[in-house]
């Protein structure tokens, strides 16, 4: 799975997020993802991708194409 | 302690009868209010109790808990990731209570309604998780919702985010009475007039290794591991400590004019609360019951009730020595022979901060069916218990009247009077 793929199915299986909704330009925030949910997103994502995450600041502002980069950004280091 | 004598505590309010409009109730006897009855009744699915894995290897390895409902199906991954177990039940009765009390919460006015859910321990499953991930996985693997999960409020806070209540929300918590002590909390708000309708009563969940063992180091739980649906025996002479089960019992109370305005059918009325403390003990009751009589003998006077008047009563009853002992007796002494006891925690478990909210619902339908539930596994009646207990099977009996008694850790006791609509 890409990391993208990833992410999509945590927001999907762990968050109820409806799959119709994820699209790389939204925002988190309208995905109902709040600075608790990110911080949880945060160790699932770190938990399934075996990457280390705790100096990425996320926000709510930031969209979920972001979030991926920034994953991926990880990922490759 | 100046023991309590009849009448000595009317309180100065004028009598308030609270109308019982909605009943809900999630529980190892059955999830659904006629579910629950039934099986309490012993006339629908034998209770769920069962050995279970994360218990495995302690002198109590069983608990009650609730199989014949989905808490992911009902209310959503989305949901169920800031619920613990406590919570999530809390949701499910509160939404079965609302509905059964006619209320659309959609339309109602929600500044009006209130919560009150009691609970003794919260989260602590999410708590014992946690601090084993802790001590395997270290600081940078534990959840960052430990705090929304655990706090002994987040029954009460899910409740009103689930049905959009924005009147006071609250928790009590004083532990295994704390189900009655939210009801009896809510009597008083509506009586004041803080709110006109309260979703109230007691929601836990402790399936926990941490709990459970050290409620075995206590050596407060029945160890009957060959015969766990045999282990909990009210008032027989052969019990031997508590069982341990989850679940949530809650009402909507409403006040009697705001009930009458809308057509509401009301179930019951609560019509009188008492509580006091023991200042005895951390653990036992007061030897001489005179924690619980003061309780019921202000609860009685509250709603303006003789002793006489009283059919039914849904007593405590835990099914250990002490417990079972005292308040017979003390029931005995403040309401006479006549008054058919049951203890239903044969049925359900002991569900601990859940147990007032669960019993208290059992006793509203006890008076609409006039029927008493029969405490499960009285084969060898105490000879040392001097009341009524109904045992084998449900007792017809004809009564307006009945009580509900609950002793909690910490000498906190609590009695409701509930009266026939």
Known sequence: MSTSEEINALLVTRFGTDPGAIRPEVPLRQLRLDSLALEELRLLIEDRMDVDLEDVVLSSRDTLGQLVAAVRSKAGA | ?421
Not at chain 2, 329 to 337: F, N, P, Q, W, Y
């Open chain 2, 1 to 421: 302690m100046t023991p309590p004598g009849p009448g000595a505590h009317r309180p100065g309010a004028a009598p308030f009868a609270a109308a019982v409009t909605g009943i809900g109730l999630v529980t190892a006897a059955g999830t659904g209010a006629d579910a629950a009855w039934r099986g309490a009744c012993g006339t629908g699915a034998a209770p769920s109790v069962h050995h279970l894995d994360e218990l495995a290897g302690l002198p109590c390895d069983f608990m009650y808990t609730v199989t014949d409902t989905d808490p992911r199906g009902v209310l959503g991954v989305g949901a169920l990731r800031l619920m613990d177990r406590f919570s999530q039940l809390a949701v499910i009765a509160a939404r079965e209570a609302v509905a059964d009390a006619g209320l659309d919460p959609t339309v109602w006015d929600s500044g009006r309604v209130a919560v009150v859910i009691g609970s003794a321990h919260g989260g602590l499953p999410f708590y014992d998780e946690q601090h084993t991930t802790l001590a395997e996985r270290g600081a940078r693997r534990v959840s960052p919702k430990l705090a929304p999960l655990t706090v002994v409020n987040g029954a009460a806070s899910s409740v009103a985010m689930d049905l959009g209540v924005h009147g006071p929300s609250l928790a009590v918590s004083t532990a295994c009475s704390s189900g009655t002590v939210a009801i009896g909390t809510a009597h008083q708000m509506l009586r004041a007039g803080a709110c006109d309708v309260v979703v109230a009563g007691g929601a836990e969940s402790v399936r926990s290794r941490l709990l459970i063992a050290s409620a075995c180091q206590m050596r407060a739980v029945s160890t009957r591991r060959d015969d766990p649906l045999a282990a909990c025996r009210p008032f027989d002479t052969h019990r031997d400590g508590f069982v341990v089960g989850e679940g949530a019992g809650l009402l909507v109370l409403e006040r009697p004019e705001h009930a009458r305005a809308r057509g509401a059918t009301v179930r019951a009325h609560v019509a009188g609360y008492g509580a006091s403390s023991d200042a005895y003990s951390a653990v036992a009751p007061d030897p001489g019951g005179l924690g619980i009589e003061r309780a019921l003998r202000t609860a009685l006077a509250d709603a303006g009730v003789g002793a006489a008047e009283v059919g039914h009563v849904n007593a405590h009853g835990t099914s250990t020595v002490a417990n079972d002992l005292i308040e017979a007796t003390m029931l005995r002494r403040v309401l006479g022979e006549h008054p058919l006891v049951t203890s239903t925690k044969a049925m359900t478990g002991h569900t601990l901060g859940a147990a007032g909210g669960i019993e208290t619902a059992l006793t509203v339908l006890a008076l609409r069916h006039q029927l008493v539930p029969p405490t499960g596994n009285l084969d060898a009646p105490d000879p040392a218990i001097p009341v009524d207990v109904v045992s084998k099977e449900a007792r017809r009996g004809a009564f307006d009247c009945a009580v509900k008694t609950s002793l909690g850790f910490g000498g906190h006791n609590a009695a409701l009077v509930l009266t026939r609509a």
